[in-house]
């Protein structure tokens, strides 16, 4: 069977559960998982794993993404996307491309941030677009998150529809929402705003991806070992103790590893995921 990562760019309309489905069926096997979710408006790199390959899909979860996306000033929806009814609708006249700047000059860095309410963040054990979706009001608290490049890529003035479409790249943290970025700025503009489209076109060092439509022609990974070596520094085990790291068990970790590391057996396949503790490789994840 194969087992590994797949890179796939995602189209506008499903769900990342119905490319998880997918990918099932492509390579025939019930143990499919994806790494950060995206929203069926989105397109783009959705990180998928394979076999065991999903074991490692909690540590690329965590990994920094880049979007390009475009905000749509002067109207507000309840999703803060394309696909909510509207909320507002209010004039853009008079707002200038300088406003546009300096607004947006204030979601870069360690900013705080509200999550949009319909998302899949999980309140006692339910998703919160489900509660919204059955009546409820849901309130989520703001979250710490690092956004390391705001930029504006176009500013198209839409006088027919009174809007303003600004394209945007950003490069952020894991868990930040880019419809809250468009929510929040509209809102310090006054006119309200909303999200009309999203690519990811980054995750991690993961950035060449395929169509749906090319891995079904054509199903192949990225295997295991291979995948844990670009994403992770590795070290290389001996006989002894690749055979007692298979078994779960502690060995030495060289003088230079630190952190989160692969670890590599004496025949070059990935033994396991580890830590460095204490000068001891401590495993996270094994491969047997």
């Given at each position: 069977m194969l087992e590994g990562i797949v890179l796939v760019d995602k189209p506008e309309g499903p769900t990342s559960h119905d490319v998880v489905r997918k990918m099932r069926r492509i390579f025939n096997t019930r143990k499919v998982g994806h790494a950060g979710t995206l929203d069926p408006m989105a397109t783009g790199m959705l990180v998928i794993g394979i076999g065991r390959a999903t074991r490692l899909l909690g540590y690329l979860t965590m990994n920094d993404k880049e979007y390009l996306g475009t905000i749509r000033l002067g109207i507000s929806t309840f999703t803060d996307d394309a696909q909510g009814d509207v909320l507002e609708a209010k004039s853009t006249r008079g707002l200038d491309e300088a406003?546009?700047?300096?607004?947006?000059?204030?979601?870069?860095?360690?900013?705080?941030?509200?999550?949009?309410?319909?998302?899949?963040?999980?309140?006692?054990?339910?998703?919160?677009?489900?509660?919204?979706?059955?009546?409820?009001?849901?309130?989520?608290?703001?979250?710490?998150?690092?956004?390391?490049?705001?930029?504006v890529v176009s500013i198209t003035d839409r006088p027919e529809l009174d809007v303003i479409d600004v394209a945007v790249r950003v490069v952020c943290s894991a868990g930040t929402y880019i419809r809250a970025i468009a929510r929040d700025l509209g809102a310090d503009l006054g006119v309200g705003g909303h999200l009309t489209s999203l690519r990811r076109t980054r995750s991690g060092v993961f950035a060449n991806m395929k169509s749906i439509e090319e891995l079904e022609a054509d199903p192949v990974v990225m295997d295991l070992t291979e995948s844990i070596k670009q994403v992770f520094p590795c070290v290389k085990l001996n006989d002894e103790h690749t055979t007692k790291a298979l078994h779960g068990v502690r060995v030495p970790a060289p003088m230079d590893a630190a952190g989160t590391v692969g670890v590599i057996g004496v025949h070059g396949v990935a033994v396991s995921l580890c830590e460095v503790k204490n000068n001891e490789l401590v495993p996270l994840v094994v491969f047997v």
């Amino acid at each position: 069977m194969l087992e590994g990562i797949v890179l796939v760019d995602k189209p506008e309309g499903p769900t990342s559960h119905d490319v998880v489905r997918k990918m099932r069926r492509i390579f025939n096997t019930r143990k499919v998982g994806h790494a950060g979710t995206l929203d069926p408006m989105a397109t783009g790199m959705l990180v998928i794993g394979i076999g065991r390959a999903t074991r490692l899909l909690g540590y690329l979860t965590m990994n920094d993404k880049e979007y390009l996306g475009t905000i749509r000033l002067g109207i507000s929806t309840f999703t803060d996307d394309a696909q909510g009814d509207v909320l507002e609708a209010k004039s853009t006249r008079g707002l200038d491309e300088a406003a546009i700047y300096a607004a947006l000059r204030q979601f870069r860095g360690h900013i705080s941030q509200t999550p949009t309410a319909i998302s899949a963040i999980k309140v006692d054990g339910k998703r919160a677009y489900d509660r919204v979706r059955a009546g409820e009001e849901v309130e989520l608290k703001a979250r710490e998150v690092t956004i390391d490049d705001c930029e504006v890529v176009s500013i198209t003035d839409r006088p027919e529809l009174d809007v303003i479409d600004v394209a945007v790249r950003v490069v952020c943290s894991a868990g930040t929402y880019i419809r809250a970025i468009a929510r929040d700025l509209g809102a310090d503009l006054g006119v309200g705003g909303h999200l009309t489209s999203l690519r990811r076109t980054r995750s991690g060092v993961f950035a060449n991806m395929k169509s749906i439509e090319e891995l079904e022609a054509d199903p192949v990974v990225m295997d295991l070992t291979e995948s844990i070596k670009q994403v992770f520094p590795c070290v290389k085990l001996n006989d002894e103790h690749t055979t007692k790291a298979l078994h779960g068990v502690r060995v030495p970790a060289p003088m230079d590893a630190a952190g989160t590391v692969g670890v590599i057996g004496v025949h070059g396949v990935a033994v396991s995921l580890c830590e460095v503790k204490n000068n001891e490789l401590v495993p996270l994840v094994v491969f047997v």
